[in-house]
């Protein structure tokens, strides 16, 4: 059955009605949405003529959801965090703000509070056995202008894919650590090469898109905070080249112009140099910081982030 059973005119009534629209007390802005997420819903049940078994599958998988504190994982998922990064790309480009890095999602497994230093970190606490990965380079401002005192916060999986905090076998903060810029707003990190994401076996995100017939797999990838007084704060990553899923990334976080070239060193004199007995990798990357600006929304974005114990 595909016909609508019920008028347009009766869910707008019935929405405003749970909506709380008729009345004065409330938040506004919340019965706004509330109104109109409703409507959208009740519109979509009718139309689509969802049963109600259909509709408290639905009922029970967010529940589940809930439970195992998944919602972080399902929005870029489904498209909706990186359909926000497109939202802010376009109100910039309306506030004539251009130029600065390409932004890509946050994802859902970020830890404030790493261990902060000058210039320069190691990342990794020497248990993982993975390819060692020097990234390097500048902070700068549209103008070309070095950042001093940029702080740089960065975080990534290990060879298994896995993040600290999220994965009780690794110590805390491993592979997470925020780096102050120097007087030529330079950043250096060691760390070692990040293999790709998956979602979590059996979880609730991947039971969803494995119903759409889609896999929950990322490249390898590295985020980034860029954070300085007086610029637009930058939320990225960069993935790295030559992995399998580069252009099919399930979180929709892929950016052409967030993919730098990969150096395999494995000249000896060059390891020697490093201090390495073993070929490593090099990358570098400069990030390009707008300045701030009252024409657009902030970039700064209030979320719920853990901290290490
Ligand atoms: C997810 C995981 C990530 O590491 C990431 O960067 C983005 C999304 C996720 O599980 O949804
Ligand atoms: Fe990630």
């Known amino acids: 059955m595909s016909d609508s059973l019920i008028g347009k005119d009766v869910i707008a009534a019935l929405a405003a009605s749970a909506a709380g629209l008729h009345g004065a007390d409330g938040n506004p802005r919340v019965k706004q949405v509330v109104n109109r997420l409703l409507v959208d819903l009740m519109v979509a049940i009718d139309e689509l003529d969802i049963s109600m078994d259909e509709f408290w599958t639905g009922i029970a998988y967010l529940t589940q959801a809930g439970k195992q504190n998944e919602f972080g994982?399902?929005?870029p998922g489904v498209v909706l965090e990186h359909f926000l990064d497109l939202r802010l790309d376009e109100a910039e480009r309306r506030a004539g703000i251009t130029g600065g890095t390409a932004r890509t999602i946050e994802g859902p497994l970020y830890i404030a509070g790493a261990p902060l230093s000058k210039g320069e970190a190691r990342l990794d606490d020497g248990t993982d056995d993975g390819q060692v990965l020097f990234m390097e380079g500048q902070v700068r401002d549209i103008l070309g202008k070095p950042i001093s005192g940029a702080i740089v916060d960065v975080w990534h999986a290990n060879t298994m894919g896995n993040y600290s905090h999220f994965d009780p076998t690794q110590a805390a903060?491993?592979?997470?650590r925020r780096i102050e810029t120097d007087e030529e707003g330079r950043y250096r990190f060691r760390s070692i090469m990040p293999s790709g994401y998956a979602c979590p076996r059996g979880s609730q995100t991947e039971k969803l898109l494995k119903a759409v017939g889609r896999h929950g797999n990322r490249p390898a990838h590295v985020h980034f905070f860029i954070t300085s007084p007086g610029h637009?704060?930058?939320t990225t990553q960069i993935n790295i080249d030559g992995d399998k899923y580069l252009y099919d990334d399930f979180a929709f976080g892929t950016?052409?112009?967030?993919?730098?070239v990969v150096e395999h060193v494995s000249d000896a004199r060059k390891i020697?140099?490093?201090g390495l007995n073993k070929p490593f990798a090099r990358i570098r990357f400069d990030f390009t910081l707008a300045k701030s600006a009252i024409a657009a929304p902030t970039t700064i974005v209030n979320r719920e982030h853990a901290e290490a114990a």
């Open 272 to 274: 020697d140099q490093a």
């Open 232 to 234: 637009r704060k930058l």
């Open 73 to 75: 994982l399902i929005v």
């Open 173 to 176: 903060y491993n592979l997470r």
């Open 255 to 260: 950016r052409s112009e967030l993919i730098p």
